[in-house]
Nanobody
Framework: VQLVESGGGLVQAGGSLRLSCAAS????????VAWFRQAPGKEREAISC????????FYADSVKGRFTISSDNATIMIYLQMNSLKPEDTAVYFC??????????????????????WGLGVGSWGQGTQVTVSS
C-alpha cells in the first residue's frame, strides 16, 4: 500500500485548500482511506474517512460542515476539500488506508477510539502535507 499526500500550503483564515492522496498497491474498492492530522505538540487525530467501496464517510466534529472527503475510483485518488479554514486547522495532514470500511459504532466516543487504534497501528506514515492557516 502506497499513499502520497499533496496540496498543502499557506492560506489565510476563511480560505480553502484541496488535499490529494494518490493511492497505489491495493484494490481500492476494498479499502477505507482516512485523513489524519497532527499539529505541533498534539497527538495525531483522525478527521475524515471514506469507505471507497460504498462511499460512506466520517467526519470529526472539528471539521464537520467545512471539510469534504471524496474518492475517484478511476484515478485512485482521495481528496479532502477544506473550506472555511481556521488557524486551529494548522497541522501536517496524512492519509492512510486499511482494508474494510471506516470505523463505525453506535457511540461516537467508540468511533474515535477505533480511529485512534487505527492510527497507532500504522507502521509507516508518509511525509504528509503541511497546512498552515494564518489569522
Amino acid at each position: 500500500v502506497q499513499l502520497v499526500e499533496s496540496g498543502g500550503g499557506l492560506v489565510q483564515a476563511g480560505g480553502s485548500l484541496r488535499l490529494s492522496c494518490a493511492a497505489s498497491g491495493f484494490i481500492f474498492e476494498d479499502y477505507a482511506v482516512a485523513w489524519f492530522r497532527q499539529a505541533p505538540g498534539k497527538e495525531r487525530e483522525a478527521i475524515s474517512c471514506i469507505s471507497t467501496g460504498d462511499g460512506l464517510t466520517f467526519y470529526a466534529d472539528s471539521v464537520k460542515g467545512r471539510f469534504t472527503i471524496s474518492s475517484d475510483n478511476a484515478t485512485i485518488m482521495i481528496y479532502l476539500q477544506m473550506n472555511s479554514l481556521k488557524p486551529e486547522d494548522t497541522a501536517v495532514y496524512f492519509c492512510t488506508a486499511d482494508k474494510g470500511d471506516c470505523p463505525s459504532a453506535p457511540d461516537p466516543r467508540e468511533v474515535l477510539l477505533l480511529f485512534r487504534v487505527w492510527g497507532l497501528g500504522v507502521g509507516s506514515w508518509g511525509q504528509g502535507t503541511q497546512v498552515t492557516v494564518s489569522s
